[in-house]
Nanobody, 120 residues
Framework: QVQLVESGGGLVQPGGSLRLSCAAS????????MNWHRQAPGKQRELVAA???????TYADPVKGRFTISRDNAKNTVYLQMNSLKPEDTAVYYC??????????????WGQGTQVTVSS
């Protein structure tokens, strides 16, 4: 009923920047929280940043001051601007959305993931 499609990952040198996008589509009435998570090889998936429908944001300590999460409610899209990237930021990045459907049922959805590799 709802799809999350991510884009913007890739290979970047340390100190570089990338911008991830995640667009939600389907039987959407509204979207509450939209988050970015990441999972590095051999590690558990972790929350990177979150944003509410009202624009309140939270960040994991390792990315504070370097990453910025934002959203366009009209487009049901969330972004993650990543600056000053470090090799330890290398991971698969996943989009998450808590969606209220047209039926008013609520579900959590995940994107398929996009690879971010920071390497010289």
């Amino acid at each position: 009923q709802v799809q999350l499609v991510e884009s913007g990952g890739g290979l970047v040198q340390p100190g570089g920047s990338l911008r991830l996008s995640c667009a939600a589509s389907g039987s959407i009435f509204s979207i509450n929280a939209m988050n970015w998570h990441r999972q590095a090889p051999g590690k558990q998936r972790e929350l990177v940043a979150a944003i509410t429908s009202g624009g309140y944001t939270t960040y994991a300590d390792p990315v504070k001051g370097r990453f910025t999460i934002s959203r366009d409610n009209a487009k049901n899209t969330v972004y993650l601007q990543m600056n000053s990237l470090k090799p330890e930021d290398t991971a698969v990045y996943y989009c998450y959305a808590h969606v209220v459907l047209l039926s008013r049922q609520q579900y959590a959805y995940w994107g398929q993931g996009t690879q971010v590799t920071v390497s010289s």
